[in-house]
């Protein structure tokens, strides 16, 4: 009876191990995490409201990147009101270092750059994790086209790390579902309807290109990226390629000091777009900084492009 006491408990002490390391694929690493982080940073603010969104405030201590461009949704500045905002842009190392942080919820241009202050490399001898932002993995190499898999990934990760795994699939099967709903009911044309991002610059503009989620945003509302065929995420592009595609909707990301409404005017004053079929008749759609990158409102950022596009 001794004997098998000992073998059960030793049992028992390995299964809680096991329970208690996970490791979750990030861009091309694999990180191990034998315990839920407690002292969590996000950088950005779609990032954060994946974080709100699977109820992990009382797992942060901060966040970053937020007011020095946008600010949060309404629906979750509530939830975040406890928590302090430790760098208005990207963080230094020494903030994050100085915060105590176990965890960094960024991306490759959300929070890092390659080569850059702060990258996972730099982080770990300070006992900080870091998952990388699944869309931005393309500035380190080949990835898929971008999908809404890319968001669920997210989260699904974001649930096995921090242990609220039910939690997270529950969520990701919601949107999902009405997703797959919504498509379902949505009355397209035979011809996916042409559009361009505009998310910021002048001179050359700021766009989304084939690894950048409005693309996979848009084909869900039965259009198509007209820069498609760009071998990036977000990138600075020629004008001249978007007179070429001649685009039936622009996508205006709104966020900066430039509004939506100055975006879409210097489009419908500049001579040289005035052939364009979506200048000619004024066809303009706005997505907030976090509906158009990846977080928890791309569902409804999807409706709300399908009732531009179609009226539905």
């Known amino acids: ?17 096991a329970l208690a390391e996970v490791s ?20 950005d603010s779609n990032l954060t409201e994946m974080m709100l969104a699977l109820g992990l405030q009382e797992n942060m201590v901060g966040y970053t990147g937020v007011s020095g461009w946008r600010t949060l949704d ?22 994050l270092i100085g915060a105590d942080a176990d965890f960094y919820f960024a991306g490759w241009n959300y929070g890092m750059k390659v080569g850059g202050e702060v990258t996972p490399e730099t982080l770990e001898p300070f006992g900080i994790k870091v998952y990388e932002l699944t869309e931005s993995c393309i ?40 997703l797959t709903q919504f498509k379902a009911g949505l009355k397209t044309s035979d011809t996916p309807l042409r559009v361009f991002v505009y998310d910021s610059g002048e001179d050359s503009p700021f766009t989304a290109g084939r690894y950048a989620m409005p693309t996979a945003m848009i084909e869900a509302a039965g259009g198509t990226n007209v820069l498609d065929t760009l071998e990036k995420s977000w990138a ?6 978007v007179v070429e595609a001649n685009p039936e909707m622009i996508v205006i990301v709104n966020y900066g000091e430039v509004t939506a409404e100055q975006k879409r005017e210097f489009m419908l004053n500049n001579p040289a777009f005035a052939e364009l079929d ?13 509906e158009a990158t990846p977080g928890p409102r791309n569902i409804k950022a999807i409706k709300k492009l399908a009732a531009a596009f179609w009226g539905n």
């Open 74 to 95: 309404a629906e979750l500045t509530d939830k975040v009101a406890v928590l302090p905002e430790l760098s208005p842009k990207y963080p230094s190392k020494e903030v």
């Open 139 to 178: 500035h380190l190499g080949e990835k898929p086209k971008v999908s809404m898999d890319d968001m669920y990934n997210d989260l699904l990760n974001l649930g096995r790390i921090f242990g609220v795994e039910a939690r997270a699939e529950a969520l990701v099967q919601s949107y999902r579902d009405e």
């Open 278 to 290: 979506a200048v000619k008749n004024d066809r303009f759609v706005t997505l907030e900084y976090a």
């Open 1 to 17: 009876m001794k004997n098998f006491g000992l073998a059960l408990a030793v049992a028992l002490l390995s299964s809680s191990a």
């Open 24 to 43: 979750v694929q990030s861009c091309n690493r694999t990180v191990e995490f034998d315990g839920v982080p407690q002292r969590a940073v996000s950088n």
């Open 236 to 241: 600075r592009v020629n004008w001249e390629a």
